[in-house]
């Protein structure tokens, strides 16, 4: 269940309480009785941090592999290396065929 921060606009009182999504907002200030008990809009309880999710969830994985390619150093011919796999098409995430190539 979500925690909602309320505040009241007439005495200032403000208070966090815990809803189910399906419960009807309070409007009833708790404090001094006046119907002028809102809902505040708040940060989200979590952040997502990092270059991607995706990329660094998977550690070790076949992810991990692909992102370890694509991040290859450059050859002096401008090119990253494109190993060939078993089906003869680049191992690279791009597929060889981008700017990055």
């Given amino acids: 269940m979500p925690i909602y921060a309320y505040r009241c606009s007439a005495c200032g009182h403000a208070k966090d309480v815990l809803q189910k999504l399906s419960d009807a907002p309070l409007t009833t200030c708790p404090a001094c009785g ?3 008990f809102s809902k ?3 940060a989200a309880g979590f952040q ?3 270059s991607g999710w995706y990329a660094t969830d ?3 994985g076949a ?3 692909a992102a370890g390619a694509a991040a290859a150093p ?3 011919g401008g090119d990253a290396p494109k190993a060939e796999a078993a089906g003869g098409t680049p ?3 791009c597929g060889g065929s ?3 190539h």
Avoid: E, R
Wanted: glycine share 16%.
């Fill in 98 to 100: 981008c700017a990055c």
């Fill in 48 to 50: 997502l941090k990092g």
């Fill in 63 to 65: 992810a991990a592999g």
């Fill in 40 to 42: 505040q809009v708040t």
């Fill in 34 to 36: 006046a119907g002028s």
């Fill in 58 to 60: 998977f550690k070790g």
């Fill in 91 to 93: 191992s690279t995430p």
């Fill in 74 to 76: 450059a050859q002096a």
